[in-house]
C-alpha cells in the first residue's frame, strides 16, 4: 500500500500543490495530471459548494493528486461533510488560540479521539461503504488536520496551538496576517516577516509540519529552504488569467496594436 500524503510529509518529502479556485472539473483533471503533489480546493473563498468540490475530486481520481479542502470555517458540520466527500486532509482558516486547533483535530477524528460523525457505511470517502471499516481505520492515520495562522491573536497564541496533540500543520496566511498587522497587501513588511518567524520556529519547536504559499519576496525554493514541507505556489484561476494575458498580448502585438 502507498504512502498517505501525511506519511510522504513526516518522512521528509518537500511537497507542492495548487490552489482549486475555478471548480472546473477539467481545468482540475489537466492539473493533477500534470504531477502536482495535492490540489487545494478552496471552499472559503471560492465560488462554489460541496458538489462542485466532489467533481473536481472525482477528476482527480487516479492521478496521484491528494485531495486537500478548506474548509470556510472551524466548523464540525463542514469538516465532516468534506472528509466524509473524499477529502484526505482538511485546512481550517483563522485558528487563533489552542482551544481552536483542538476543536479543529476533534471534528476531523471518529470517536473516542474526536467527534466526527459516524456515516462511513454509505459516504463516498468509504467508496459507499466498501470495506467501511477499513477505511475508518486508515484515514484515522492518514488523515490530515491543518490550522491557519493568519492573525495577530494567532501568532501571539502560535506555541499552544502548534503543541495540540493531532495537529498535523500550521499553514501561514502572509496576506491576511500582514492585514491583521496594519500592512494590508505588504506580507514582505518586516513586521509581518518577523511574526512569521516567530510561527516557524513555534512550528518547528513541536514538531509540526509548516505549510505556506509564496509572497512576492520569497519563493518557493526560499520556502522550502526555510524548512517549510508543503507550499501552495499556483492557482488555477491564476494561470489562466496570466495565460489569457500572454496571449492577448502576443496577438495584439503581432497585429500592431
Not at 483542538?102 to 459516504?123: D, L
Not at 512576492?216 to 494561470?239: C, F, Q, T
Amino acid at each position: 500500500m502507498s504512502q498517505s500524503f501525511k506519511a510522504r510529509l513526516r518522512a521528509g518529502e518537500a511537497a507542492n500543490g495548487f490552489w482549486v479556485e475555478l471548480f472546473s472539473s477539467t481545468a482540475a483533471e489537466v492539473m493533477s495530471l500534470a504531477g502536482y503533489d495535492s490540489a487545494m480546493i478552496d471552499l472559503e473563498h471560492g465560488a462554489a459548494d460541496l458538489t462542485d468540490a466532489v467533481a473536481v475530486m472525482r477528476a482527480m481520481a487516479g492521478s496521484g493528486c491528494t485531495p486537500l479542502v478548506r474548509v470556510p470555517a472551524n466548523d464540525p458540520a463542514w469538516i465532516k461533510r468534506v472528509l466524509d466527500a473524499g477529502a484526505q486532509g482538511v485546512m481550517v482558516p483563522a485558528v487563533n488560540d489552542a482551544a481552536e486547533a483542538e476543536a479543529a483535530v476533534a471534528a476531523c477524528h471518529y470517536p473516542p479521539r474526536g467527534i466526527r460523525g459516524m456515516a462511513a457505511p454509505i459516504v463516498r470517502a468509504s467508496r459507499y461503504g466498501e470495506d467501511w471499516r477499513g477505511y475508518v481505520e486508515a484515514i484515522g492515520r492518514s488523515v490530515m488536520t491543518i490550522c491557519q495562522v493568519e492573525t495577530r491573536a494567532a501568532v501571539e497564541n502560535v506555541a499552544e496551538i502548534a503543541a495540540v496533540p493531532g495537529l498535523d500543520m500550521i499553514f501561514v496566511g502572509p496576506f491576511d496576517l500582514s492585514a491583521s498587522l496594519g500592512h494590508m497587501g505588504e506580507p514582505d513588511h518586516p513586521d509581518v516577516r518577523a511574526a512569521i518567524a516567530s510561527v516557524e520556529a513555534a512550528a518547528k519547536a513541536a514538531g509540526c509540519l509548516l505549510g505556506a504559499i509564496p509572497t512576492p519576496e520569497r519563493s518557493p525554493a526560499e520556502l522550502y529552504r526555510d524548512g517549510y514541507n508543503l507550499v501552495l505556489a499556483d492557482i488555477d484561476l491564476a494561470l489562466v488569467r496570466e495565460g489569457a494575458r500572454a496571449g492577448v498580448a502576443a496577438v495584439r502585438k503581432a497585429a500592431g496594436r
